[in-house]
């Protein structure tokens, strides 16, 4: 069974930081592009992040760039998105997913869509709050 499972949410105080990760069982992450979405209740889910099959393309919504970096370690069969100076509209419940056969490649020049990607975790609340 092809299953995502994200950790590392958690309550944290403005400024701070978290480090989520995103671990893959019954198949192997590293001949998948990964992404990392996330949703508030009431509104749309919104891409954050990904990373290309190799690794040398990543991509990250305007709202997180300079303070998130999306990273893989295919020996652990993980992903990661290290979160920086958090801001309490970065509250919101995270999901990563992945996709193998997409036409689009993650990269600066734009990411792959929410629709190309075939496997979803079940999502980690970050709570951004003093």
């Known amino acids: 069974q092809l299953q995502l499972v994200e950790s590392g949410g958690g309550l944290v105080q403005p400024g701070g930081s978290l480090r989520l990760s995103c671990a893959a069982s019954?198949?192997?992450?590293?001949?998948?592009?990964i992404g990392w979405f996330r949703q508030v209740p009431g509104k749309e889910r919104e891409g954050v992040s990904c990373?290309?099959?190799?690794?040398?393309?990543?991509n990250y919504a305007d709202s997180v760039k300079d303070r998130f970096t999306i990273s893989r370690d295919n020996a652990k069969n993980t992903v990661y998105l290290q979160m920086n100076d958090l801001k309490p509209d970065d509250t919101a419940i995270y999901y990563c997913?992945?996709?193998?056969?997409?036409?689009?490649?993650?990269?600066?020049?734009?990411?792959?869509?929410?629709?190309?990607?075939?496997?979803w975790g079940q999502g980690t609340q970050v709570t951004v709050s003093s």
């Open positions: 019954g198949f192997t992450l590293e001949y998948y592009a």
């Open positions: 997913a992945a996709t193998r056969g997409s036409y689009y490649y993650c990269s600066e020049y734009g990411p792959v869509p929410e629709h190309e990607y075939d496997h």
């Open positions: 990373i290309s099959i190799s690794g040398s393309g990543t």
